[in-house]
């Protein structure tokens, strides 16, 4: 096994070195969608098929609204694990889409994924798939092995059961890898409500994928917009 100091490991030093928080950085970063397949969701019973759906795109649109290099790859999708969504692909043109076509399960050993995710010269990278025990963590795995800093969206990775998805996560986070939602990336690419992307490009993503965080936008603007106090309102101010 190769081995190098990576934020991850050097994070888990934490108690000896003091602690330094490994944060995303939408320079440093590659978005993976990995076997968000129409078939391989039928798998998934650990969220509805309305929230990881919802999910799945979100984690795409990532890609678009941070503009990140995005890798998109599929695992027998002429066969039963069936297509990636149209919106996914429409959503990436100009991606690189490897068809693992009845070959490796683990997407880095295919030499051509390999080389896509090498080629973004990127050394963070933000994965979601279809299972979390298999797709997500095998991978996620690989790249921590390989001296990648990962962040595994844990919104959009599905997989039959909460306890195959607890397993899964505990296994990535012992080897340093980043357990995070959508929300979570979202913040820490943006990092400040002031940047490009920030406020008017993230809110307009939250409104379409993440509506309890716009409810409370929409909620502010409409009254500061046309809002007056009702009685009994003024007092709880
Ligand atoms: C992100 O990385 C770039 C170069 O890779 C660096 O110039 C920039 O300062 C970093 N941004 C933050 C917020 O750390
Ligand atoms: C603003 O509020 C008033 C009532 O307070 C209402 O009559 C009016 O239609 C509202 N305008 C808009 C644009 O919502």
Known sequence: MKFSLTPAILASAAF???????????????????????GLSQLVRDYSVVEFRNSILAHAALGKVFDLPTI????ADTGPNGALPKEIIEMHPEAPFIHRQGEVVDAWDNPDFRAAVKATG??????????????????????????YDVWANTDASGTFNDKL??????RMEQAGVHLMGVFGIAMDLMRDWRNTPGAAEVLPYLDVYLPQYSLVARAHGYAVDNGTLIPGEAQLL
């Open 16 to 38: 000896v070195q003091g602690f330094t928080f490994d944060r995303l950085n939408k320079s440093d970063a590659a978005l993976l969608v990995v076997d968000h397949q129409i």
């Open 72 to 75: 998109l790859t599929t695992s």
């Open 122 to 147: 990127k050394k963070q990278i933000i994965l979601a798939g279809i299972v979390t025990e298999v797709c997500t963590s095998f991978l996620a795995l690989s790249l921590i092995e390989e001296g």
């Open 165 to 170: 998805a607890a397993d899964a996560n505990r």
